[in-house]
Structure formats: structure tokens, C-alpha cells
């Protein structure tokens, strides 16, 4: 596979997740298709013909997996930076806050957690490895055995559920209060 096919290959993946809006608008599309092409870069020398795909579906589905790799680190880094900005803004518990946004903190993270509470084991463990052991989809496929894409998918399905029951919790206050 030659270096100019490895660039078109990139970023004709970089687009097609892009269409499919799993590239969020704070990652810039340049450092993702960068990220994808050292990707396969280090893919190809590691590819096997005798596995019957071709360099380029072999190089394809690395770089397609890089995807969420770099996307979940540019995600980290801009979490991060928000929660420095919010220190630095002093509205993160154990700065100085007012009771009333002290009690409005703790009551959102009382709803979060007994929302991950209701969530499916699987899911809440997919959460856990993600967020508090700062674990990649890769490296959590590779812990339960399952595909980097099938977690991909559980991580999905339970934001989505969590989204869903806090949702509902809201409308269900609004419409009693």
C-alpha cells in the first residue's frame, strides 16, 4: 500500500465518522485523520497475507479503530481543561461556594449515581473502567472479552440510558412542582 493511498484511506474514514457524528466538534478533524495515518503506519508492517485481507482492509480497520482512540484522548484532554477552568472559578465543591450551589452539586450527583445505579452491571462496569480507571474501548474489550466496537456500543447504549432516566426525572419534577 503506498503512503499517498494510506492519506486517501484516512481521509475518506475521517469523513464517513464524521458524517455519522462520532467525531464531536471540539476534535479537529486534521489531528484525528494524523492520529489514524501513524495508526496504520505502524498497522502495515504488521499485516499477515496469508490471512487472506488485503494491506488495505487490514490498514482500514486499524486506522477505523484509531478513530475512537484519538477522539476519547482529545475528549479527555478538553475535560480536563474544563474542570481546571471550573477551579479555577471556584464552583467545584471544596472551593468556596455557596450553600446553594454546594446543595445544587450534590443533589445532581445523587441523581447521576442512583441513575448508574439502575444501569445493567455490564454497563456500569464498562462506565467504571472508562471514567475512574481512564481505560481505552481496546483495553476494556480486551478485560471482558469482547470487541473494542461491542464496547463502544455498551459505553453508547448506557450515556444514553443515563440521559434518557435523568431526563425523565426532570419532566416528572417539572410536572409535579
Known amino acids: 500500500m503506498h503512503p499517498e493511498e494510506m492519506v486517501v484511506l484516512a481521509r475518506r474514514i475521517v469523513n464517513h465518522e464524521n458524517r455519522r457524528g462520532r467525531i464531536p466538534a471540539v476534535v479537529l478533524l486534521e ?3 494524523q492520529a489514524i495515518l501513524l ?3 505502524r498497522a502495515l508492517p504488521r499485516h499477515d497475507p496469508a490471512s487472506g485481507a488485503s494491506a488495505k482492509t487490514y490498514v482500514g480497520a486499524r486506522m477505523s479503530g484509531a478513530v475512537a482512540d484519538e477522539v476519547d484522548r482529545h475528549m479527555r484532554l478538553h475535560l ?3 474542570v ?3 477551579e479555577e472559578a471556584h464552583v467545584l465543591p ?3 461556594e455557596t450553600p446553594d450551589k454546594i446543595a445544587i452539586h450534590y443533589e445532581r450527583a445523587t441523581k447521576l449515581n442512583r441513575a448508574i445505579d439502575r444501569l445493567p452491571e455490564r454497563w456500569r462496569h464498562v462506565l467504571e473502567l472508562y471514567y475512574r480507571d481512564d481505560m481505552f474501548f481496546r483495553e476494556i474489550g480486551e478485560r471482558l472479552g469482547v470487541t473494542e466496537a461491542r464496547v463502544c456500543q455498551m459505553h453508547k447504549d448506557a450515556v444514553n440510558r ?3 432516566q435523568l431526563r ?3 419532566r416528572y419534577v417539572s410536572s409535579v412542582g
Open 162 to 164: 443515563l440521559k434518557e
Open 80 to 82: 480536563d481543561a474544563s
Open 168 to 170: 425523565e426525572e426532570r
Open 39 to 41: 495508526a496504520g503506519l
Open 31 to 33: 489531528d484525528v485523520q
Open 84 to 86: 481546571e477552568e471550573m
Open 94 to 96: 471544596g472551593h468556596t
